[in-house]
């Protein structure tokens, strides 16, 4: 049996802890995160995007660029909670349940993009990065339809 060392994995636990809490849901990247009032008075979130370096990284940077989404994702899922709670099943108009639906769909959409990132090769890396940073525009579209009632 090889032996691996887990220091790599403690240094991205160390630096997602140091990270998570500045990471939002929306807005400009260079803005800090802050909570924006809507309609019921409660915080809404702000959407920020991927710094443009990430984005357009290269291959050699992979781990870290499916790091930043998987974080970004664990933000939407607590943000995903907060709204359900906000709107119950019983309490969500016709086209506040289409919207979830639509962002459902685009979630697993999402999430098979970034798995596929996640397994690029260095050939298969800028058309793997691309549809995640794609797909996660048009996650945040979604998740931004949904929070304001469909």
Avoid at 6 to 13: G, H
Avoid at 25 to 47: F, H, Q, R, T
Avoid at 53 to 58: I, K, M, T, V
Avoid at 79 to 89: F, G, H, M, N, T
Wanted: proline fraction near 4%.
């Amino acid at each position: 049996m090889k032996f691996r060392s887990n220091l790599p994995t403690l240094a991205l636990v160390a630096t997602l802890a140091v990270l998570i809490p500045s990471i939002s849901l929306g807005a400009d990247a260079a803005e800090p995160a802050k909570p924006a009032d809507d309609d019921s008075g409660n915080a809404a979130v702000v959407v920020s995007t991927v710094p443009a370096d990430l984005r357009n990284c290269e291959f050699e940077r992979r781990d870290e660029f499916v790091t930043v989404y998987k974080a970004k994702l664990a933000a939407l899922n607590v943000e995903l909670e907060k709204l359900r709670a906000k709107y119950p099943e019983s309490k969500a108009t016709a086209r506040l349940k289409q919207a979830l639906a639509e962002l459902a769909a685009n979630k697993a959409g999402f999430e098979g993009k970034l798995s596929d990132a996640n397994a690029a090769t260095v050939e298969t890396w800028h058309a793997a990065r691309d549809n995640v940073a794609a797909s996660w525009d048009t996650l945040q579209a979604a998740y931004s339809k949904a929070n304001e009632g469909g």
